[in-house]
């Protein structure tokens, strides 16, 4: 049979490896059985290569919750942070303390998640977050009577002067709701993080969800339908608030000090404490605050005590809509990501530490191999790139360091117990008093995020490129299988972790950036490289497309040079650029493969792209001049 046209069926094939190998790696061949299962041979390579290494990937994966690698390396570290702390912090010897220890407070709120997860009540976080002392949300006090079965009796109107605006808006947008009323960024001033307030845009209400949110809350149809239809009202006001406000001011901008703040508007410092705490500010910081006048504009628009309270829902649905997405519907993901320095040391003790002289070294020498391909690349200048270009990008390429386990420098207890300091204690008992405490401090790590860690809303779980540090981020998450492993057959290795290296490492040298650092590449985007992958199939991300592009070609550089001694594996007769091709395509086989978001193109797409315009792949899988797959005119950045 001729491994040209067709694969062996895997079980003859596993045959094959074991009179080709002897013995086998066992990884080796659940990665050739996942290549197998996924391959459909109703598509052919030279005419949808997509279809042709990933057609099956859904039928394969379908009992999966997963839709992606991406997610699910994420779902396995999530597996084996849990196993870790389950197993070396068992919930049966947790005590309470005097004063809990970094160590403690992320346990501690680990435990509460547990406690919780599959029964999430978001209502309940309304019983530690109140409109303000001694008050009670008007609408919750609706349900809670609602659901003692009791008549429907309006709520009390507060005594005037008790609620503060501000102080209410403050607290939320310190635990990360934003755009309601105040919209919050952070802004660098005089390099230090500062906090700037403006006035917000104004989205459209999603009706739907609205109306879902109220369905959870067991209201009766009618008193149902009259809530909504006053919160409705109150977003039309405030939409016309806005919209009056902006036709008849010009847009004032001006920094101003904490300590000036608190003369000259005391209910707008009420709002600034709330968000950045005393402890992390300097006698230098400042606020930048733009439409100055909106703020006294907007306390005096809701002083009327119905209005107030009305009000008062629309901010606590706001809030609760907030926390649905905020948790979805599996706690630990999102545990994992707030106290991610926490979780990620104690993953680093437990889990790295015992093998991190071999990970280290193995993770290091991939990398020397995928730099040193750049250099080969750069050295062809195939985008004739002046002497002062070309020094700018070695210089930015040798500037790139490793950061695994996206932790900082040196990290040690000390430190992480300085920088937990003022989270509170966390109850084993309170997920959400725990939860609102930990949303605020992660908010906070916009001022105080270490040097080379990526402090991201998201749990990251594939390299990543931070900018700022020049830093290649590698989370513990994508250290696992299919994407990597230390026994791993070094095709596969570099077929699929050093791709996603190499991507990132794209990602310092592609158009956007190249523009952005210098005006030596200001015409850049106007380059032939740059408009033939362009032309050839638009898209609105031309970044991702050269980084992948560019992977995979550093990637096949990379093992054919570095093991052109040993290029075929001992565990499969199929040629090994065949292999190394079908392993690559792993990285973009996902459940949905025509879906299209901000930053990519469609997985198609992507991997289509990559093999019509890479010249080996023609060859190996001989595709005919002219087939879809091997177009006369390739298009290439580096």
């Given amino acids: 049979m001729s491994l040209q046209r067709k694969w062996p069926s895997f079980t003859n094939l596993l045959l094959v490896i074991c009179l080709v190998s002897g013995e086998p790696n066992a990884i080796d061949v659940e990665q050739l059985e996942d290549l197998q299962l996924s391959l459909d041979e109703n598509f052919q390579a030279c005419e949808n290569f997509y279809g042709h290494a990933c057609g099956n990937w859904p039928l394969y994966h379908a009992s999966d919750i997963e839709s992606d690698l991406e997610e699910y390396l994420r779902y396995k570290h999530v597996l084996k942070f849990k196993s870790v702390l389950n197993q070396s912090f068992p919930r ?55 659901q003692r079965h009791e008549p429907y009796v309006p709520p009390q109107i507060w005594p005037l002067g008790k609620f503060d605006l501000f102080a209410l808006l403050g607290e939320l947008m310190s ?21 700037h307030l403006q006035i917000p845009e104004m989205a459209d209400v999603d009706r739907n969800l609205w109306r879902s949110v109220f369905k959870n809350m ?53 709002l600034v404490d709330k968000i950045v705490p005393q402890h992390l500010r300097t006698a230098h910081d400042v606020v930048l605050i733009t439409d100055y006048d909106y703020f006294p504009l907007l306390l005096e628009h809701f002083q009327n005590p119905y209005k107030i309270q009305r009000l008062c829902n629309y901010l606590m649905v706001k809030f609760l809509i907030f926390m649905k997405y905020q948790d979805h519907s599996n706690c630990f993901y999102t545990i994992k990501n707030k106290l991610h320095l926490a979780y990620d040391y104690l993953l680093y003790k437990h889990d790295y530490l015992p093998q991190a002289e071999d990970l280290n070294w193995h993770i290091n020498s991939l990398n020397k191999k995928i730099y040193k ?27 790139i360091t490793l950061n695994i386990g996206n932790l900082p420098d040196h990290i040690n207890e000390t430190w992480l117990e300085d920088y937990f300091y003022y ?11 725990n939860n609102l405490q930990v949303l605020r401090h992660h908010q906070l790590e916009a001022l105080c ?35 990597y492993h230390l026994d791993m057959d070094p095709l596969f290795t570099l077929s699929t972790f050093g791709q996603t290296l190499a991507h990132t490492y794209v990602q310092a040298l592609d158009v956007q950036n190249l523009y952005a650092s210098t005006p030596l590449f200001k015409d850049i985007q106007a380059h032939p490289s740059v408009r033939c992958l362009q032309l050839r199939e638009p898209s609105k991300e031309i970044n991702q497309r050269i980084a992948d592009l560019v992977a995979a070609r550093v990637a096949f550089l990379a093992y054919q040079q570095e093991y052109k001694y040993n290029l075929q594996p001992t565990f499969s007769p199929l040629p090994w650029q065949k292999m190394f091709f079908l392993n690559l395509a792993h990285f973009y086989c996902v459940k949905e493969p025509d879906t ?12 289509n792209q990559i093999a019509l315009n890479l010249e080996v792949f023609g060859e190996v899988f001989h595709c005919p001049m002219g087939s879809k797959m091997n177009p006369a005119r390739k298009c290439r950045y580096l």
Avoid at 176 to 195: A, C, H, K, Y
Avoid at 423 to 433: E, K, R
Wanted: proline share 7%; glycine share 4%; net charge negative.
């Fill in 373 to 399: 391909q750049f250099g080969s690349l750069l050295k062809e200048n195939r985008l004739d790139l002046s002497a002062q270009q070309l020094e700018f990008v070695q210089e930015r390429l040798s500037n």
């Fill in 218 to 270: 067991s209201l009766p149809t009618e008193v149902r339908r009259k809530y909504l239809g006053e919160l409705l009202k109150v977003h039309e006001r405030i939409q016309m608030l806005y919209e009056n406000y902006s036709q008849k001011t010009e847009m004032t901008e001006f920094q101003i000090s904490f300590a000036e703040l608190q003369k000259e508007s005391p209910h707008l410092y009420t």
């Fill in 423 to 433: 989270l509170s204690d966390m109850d084993i008992d309170n997920f959400y008093g």
């Fill in 596 to 607: 299209v978001d901000e930053l990519h193109d469609s997985p198609v797409t992507r991997l």
């Fill in 92 to 146: 049966e010897k947790q005590t309470k303390k005097p004063r809990q220890n970094f160590i403690g407070k992320a346990v501690a709120f680990f435990y509460s998640c547990q406690e919780e997860v599959n029964k999430l009540d978001f209502l309940k976080y309304l019983d530690v977050l109140k409109p303000g002392p001694g008050l009670e949300w008007p609408l919750l006090e609706v349900i809670r009577s609602q």
């Fill in 175 to 195: 635990y990360g709701l934003n755009q309601e009323l105040v919209q919050m960024s952070w802004v660098t001033i005089n390099d230090r993080p500062s906090l």
């Fill in 449 to 483: 995020c270490p040097r080379k860690v990526l402090c991201s809303p998201e749990l990251p779980a594939l390299p990543h490129y931070e900018p700022f540090s020049h830093a290649i981020i590698i989370p513990f998450a994508s250290l696992s299988l299919p994407l």
